[in-house]
Nanobody
């Protein structure tokens, strides 16, 4: 059973920064990709950023140049450095992990709030 534990959410002012981390435990068959989605109130969940086992990254247009995704294979950890935060970044952020069989596991979510 795979378990994802997230940390790093919080409340910041516009222009501020936060760093989210997600660490996976359990048996993971051939890790394929990791990343983050977010869901704002009354909106659909959207992909924020992802990174493959080979290090290829993908970002939503709305966060390009502001967010950076990184991973640490030794601990199966994925991080999201979020800079220049905007009120529209307010959402619950969920990490995910995909294996080579196409299965996806989700974290429990961490709240990010951006407000003055």
């Amino acid at each position: 059973q795979v378990r994802l534990v997230e940390s790093g959410g919080g409340l910041v002012q516009p222009g501020g920064s936060l760093r989210l981390s997600c660490t996976a435990s359990g048996t993971i068959f051939r890790l394929n990709a990791m990343g983050w989605y977010r869901q704002a109130p009354e909106k659909q969940r959207e992909l924020v950023a992802s990174i493959t086992s080979g290090g290829t990254t993908n970002y939503a247009d709305s966060v390009k140049g502001r967010f950076t995704i990184s991973k640490a294979n030794a601990k199966i950890t994925v991080n999201l450095q979020m800079n220049s935060l905007k009120p529209e970044d307010t959402a619950v952020y969920y990490c995910f992990i995909d294996n080579a069989l196409g299965s996806r596991n989700w974290g429990q979510g961490t709240q990010v709030g951006v407000s003055s």
